[in-house]
């Protein structure tokens, strides 16, 4: 339910295509927040080709940390979200890039 979920916030936030959308589990690492490694923790990177204006990254914030907390009853004081924009020309798919 999180690729799946996490996929549709994501299309619908940025407005992209859901077919454009990848998402990224990865358990495999152990974190520490404030110095507390006992409780579960996440890292969550947003990247996207375009703009994501302030609008649009505090609507996904808000969307991913609830589904967090509702999928792995993760409190969303212990996730930090990175949103990253970029350039056309700096993503490649398909054997070419979107510029």
């Known amino acids: 339910r999180l690729k799946r979920e996490g996929s549709a916030i994501l299309a619908e936030e940025t407005g992209k295509s859901i077919d454009f959308v990848m998402v990224v589990l990865d358990f495999g690492n152990s974190f520490s927040f404030g110095g507390d490694s006992s409780l579960p923790s996440a890292y969550l990177e947003v990247k996207n080709v375009r703009s994501l204006p302030p609008s649009v990254t505090a609507a996904l914030s808000g969307r991913l940390c609830e589904l967090l907390e509702d999928e792995l009853s993760m409190s969303a004081q212990r996730i930090y979200l990175e949103f990253q924009e970029s350039e056309r020309h700096l993503w490649g798919?398909?054997?070419?890039?979107?510029?």
């Open 93 to 99: 798919w398909d054997g070419k890039t979107f510029a």
